[in-house]
Nanobody, 116 residues
């Protein structure tokens, strides 16, 4: 069992920056891939970025070149740096972890609002 807790969301103006953190606890030894998903009002949940234990990353086209996902395995924490935020980035951001047994775990979500 894995528990995930996100932090770092908030309200920023367009062009501003936020950094998200997600701390995992429980059976963290079993975690393989960690990542971030988001769900905007009226939209389906979509992948933002994922990262493997070894550091291989994958980004959605909409955030590629802007956001940076990183991971500290010793701290069991995954991060998402979000500079140059746009209004279309507004969403609830969810942390995700997938175990070596292909079990998926989700955090409670943190709100990111980009508005003037």
């Amino acid at each position: 069992q894995v528990q995930l807790v996100e932090s770092g969301g908030g309200l920023v103006q367009p062009g501003g920056s936020l950094g998200l953190s997600c701390a995992a606890s429980g059976s963290t030894f079993s975690i393989n891939v960690m990542g971030w998903y988001r769900q905007a009002p009226g939209k389906q949940r979509e992948l933002v970025a994922v990262i493997t234990r070894s550091g291989t990353t994958n980004y959605a086209d909409s955030v590629k070149g802007r956001f940076t996902i990183s991971r500290d395995n010793a701290k069991n924490t995954v991060y998402l740096q979000m500079p140059s935020l746009k209004p279309e980035d507004t969403a609830v951001y969810y942390c995700n972890a997938v175990s070596v047994f292909s079990r998926s775990y989700w955090g409670q979500g943190t709100q990111v609002t980009v508005s003037s």
